[in-house]
Nanobody
Framework: QVQLVESGGGLVQPGGSLRLSCAAS????????VGWYRQAPGKQREFVGT???????NYADSVKGRFTISRDNAKNTVYLQMYSLKPEDTAVYYC?????WGQGTQVTVSS
């Protein structure tokens, strides 16, 4: 089993940027795809994007062009770079690999 730990969340103004990190406890992490999801208060968890082991990415339409996922396999870490943040991006963000989920990190976009 792989433990995942997200970090980098916080409070940011609309139009601002944040970079989230997802650090894994085992190097096997680098062999599989990783997904980012988010859950806003009162809403279901939704897909944000994924990155394959080879670095190919896929994004939800709501974040396409604003969010970028990358990975540093030497550090067993996947990143979610978020630009042009909107209030509707406010949520707890989670990373996922297979059946493994992190504890989430809160992102709040507000003036």
């Amino acid at each position: 089993q792989v433990q995942l730990v997200e970090s980098g969340g916080g409070l940011v103004q609309p139009g601002g940027s944040l970079r989230l990190s997802c650090a894994a406890s085992r190097s096997i992490f680098r062999l599989y795809a990783v997904g980012w999801y988010r859950q806003a208060p009162g809403k279901q968890r939704e897909f944000v994007g994924t990155i394959t082991s080879g670095g190919n990415t896929n994004y939800a339409d709501s974040v396409k062009g604003r969010f970028t996922i990358s990975r540093d396999n030497a550090k067993n870490t996947v990143y979610l770079q978020m630009y042009s943040l909107k209030p509707e991006d406010t949520a707890v963000y989670y990373c996922n690999q297979a059946s493994n989920w992190g504890q989430g990190t809160q992102v709040t976009v507000s003036s």
